[in-house]
């Protein structure tokens, strides 16, 4: 059984293509990447812009197809050999960070009045 579409849906669906057929080569022309011409037509469309997706779960799914397409391209313009290369700046400087970002949000979080038995439940 086919599931029948709105007009509102439709409308939702021409707008998130247009606003990607649009912004994309504005940002190439810039010098940036389509990922980020994608991420400004979301907001520019979205709940805190034009408002035509005023509730994040008209969308959701969407965008759970996005972050998978983004990492298959990541996936697919990533070469073994280079990878290999950043292993130690990927994994030394990114354990670093994590545990940098944690302490920052834990001790802003004891700030705030908030017991450090909360945090890890």
Do not use: N
């Not at 709105?6 to 912004?23: E, K």
């Not at 940098?100 to 834990?106: D, E, G, Q, S, Y």
């Amino acid at each position: 059984m086919a599931a029948e579409a709105s007009g509102s849906d439709l409308i939702q669906v021409v707008a998130l293509l247009a606003a990607g057929v649009v912004a994309v080569p504005i940002f190439k022309r810039m010098g940036l990447g389509s990922i980020l011409g994608y991420l400004a037509a979301g907001v520019v469309i979205g709940p805190f812009g034009l408002g035509i997706f005023s509730e994040s779960e008209a969308i959701l799914h969407v965008a759970e197809l996005g972050v998978v397409m983004f990492l298959f391209i990541i996936g697919l313009e990533m070469q073994p050999s280079r990878l290999w290369g950043l292993r130690r700046e990927i994994f030394g400087l990114g354990a670093l960070q994590v545990g940098v970002c944690a302490a920052l949000l834990t001790s802003v979080g004891l700030a705030g009045g908030f017991p450090i038995a909360q945090s890890f439940v």
